[in-house]
């Protein structure tokens, strides 16, 4: 009898031990949360190929990685309005989304996560917005056939329909 009460006791004390080790040893990958970008105007999501340096948009399938991105942990606060940016990494080749400011219609790419400045992303108020250290940012929207990617500097600028730019987020 002394021996069924003794095992009552240590086998749920033993399996709280083994619970608490596996989660203790558990990586902060494990703990990723992945995104995908679903485009307002057209419904398709944001995608980056796995070999190379392109992304557009494309029909959305949860079960491919090419449309799972995650936030970086780098990240900072612009100081005029506390927007927090963070570079936007594709789960299918662990680049960078990545965009310039040089023309009123900006190439986007993936590129190796680095400082460059074209690679701070913020996901607020269902846009995607690229700042520049120097305080102006662009915004992602789709093209007019809807497949290519591009930022510019306002939403809703040469009478393209506004919700281009609007990305709706939704994580696993």
């Known amino acids: 009898m002394e021996s069924l009460k003794a095992l009552r ?18 990586s902060t990958a494990s703990a990723t949360t992945y995104w995908s970008y ?3 105007y ?26 799972n991105w995650y936030w970086g942990a780098d990240s900072y606060t612009r100081n005029y309005d ?5 570079r936007l990494v594709s789960k299918a080749n662990g680049m960078c989304l990545t965009t310039d400011s040089k023309t ?19 996901g607020d108020d ?25 930022t510019t500097n306002y939403i809703g600028e040469g009478g393209i329909d506004p919700a281009r730019w609007v990305w709706w987020g939704a994580h696993s």
């Open 104 to 122: 009123a219609t900006n190439a986007v790419w993936m590129s190796a996560c680095g400082n460059a400045p074209g690679q701070w992303w913020s």
């Open 38 to 40: 679903s485009n307002d």
């Open 42 to 67: 057209e419904g398709q999501c944001l995608v980056s190929s796995t070999v190379s340096d392109k992304v557009w948009s494309d029909t959305c399938n949860d079960g491919l990685s090419t449309r």
């Open 9 to 26: 006791l240590t086998v749920p004390m033993g399996l709280a031990a083994l619970v608490l080790t596996v989660a203790g040893s558990m």
């Open 126 to 150: 269902d846009y995607l917005e690229c700042d520049f250290i120097s305080g102006t940012g662009v915004f992602l929207r789709t093209s007019g056939n809807g497949a290519a990617v591009y």
């Open 82 to 86: 506390g927007t927090v940016f963070r």
